[in-house]
């Protein structure tokens, strides 16, 4: 489906062949419940089978949803069972919030003063399947004093499966320049 060509080729409900004439796609479900394509197959072995691309909303967005059923006695039941397996696995999707911008991202340490917590400038929430593992990866800026609480010092990035969404981290209280007794106080020792 991520072929243009071939996502093309199976949203059609016929097509005219050179010397076959006009070809059916054998997929009725095409255009219902969201389908929008892929092969219906069957064999004695195998049964009525169907592989499915359908477009399900979730949460106001549409999200495609492929779906694999084998072994049905017909291929209408095949097609009955992808649409089903479709809608269940879009019902399973969830919107939920998966970083605060409470949730502390890294902590930046001035040699001279405190520790200042590092979060997310705003809550994230993304599609979520039960189970699914959430990656980050954090990308710091280099980061000079003085810097204002909430001042932005990198970006972190969440992966779930393909979907990525970006999010800046903030300070949560400022970064002073160091005192004077402490420059003072700071010098190159001979070695």
């Known amino acids: 489906m991520a072929n243009p060509v071939f996502r093309q080729v199976v949203a059609m409900p016929k ?3 050179p ?3 006009v070809m059916n796609n054998y997929n009725t479900a095409l255009g219902k419940d969201g389908n929008i394509g892929v092969k219906t197959g069957t064999t004695d072995e195998a049964g009525g089978c169907f592989v ?11 999200i495609e949803v492929h779906a694999v059923v084998l072994g049905q006695k017909q291929r209408a039941d095949a097609l009955d069972a992808t649409a089903t397996l479709s809608r269940a696995a879009a019902e399973s999707l969830q919107q939920a919030k998966v970083l ?3 949730d502390v991202s890294a902590t930046l340490t001035p040699a001279w003063g405190e520790p200042i917590e590092v979060v997310p400038s705003q809550d994230v929430e993304m599609l979520v399947w039960p189970g699914t593992k959430l990656k980050t990866s954090l990308q710091v800026e280099p980061v000079q004093a003085p ?3 909430g001042a932005k010092v990198g970006t972190l990035t969440l992966q779930i499966g393909k979907q990525t969404q970006q999010v ?3 300070t949560t209280s400022p970064i002073t320049e160091p005192s004077w007794q402490w420059r003072a ?3 190159l020792r001979p070695e």
């Open 168 to 170: 800046d981290v903030v």
């Open 19 to 21: 010397v076959a004439g």
């Open 52 to 62: 499915s691309a359908s477009v399900q909303q979730v949460a106001g967005k549409p």
């Open 147 to 149: 810097l204002a609480a």
């Open 185 to 187: 106080t700071r010098f």
């Open 100 to 102: 605060s911008r409470t």
């Open 15 to 17: 097509t005219v062949l």
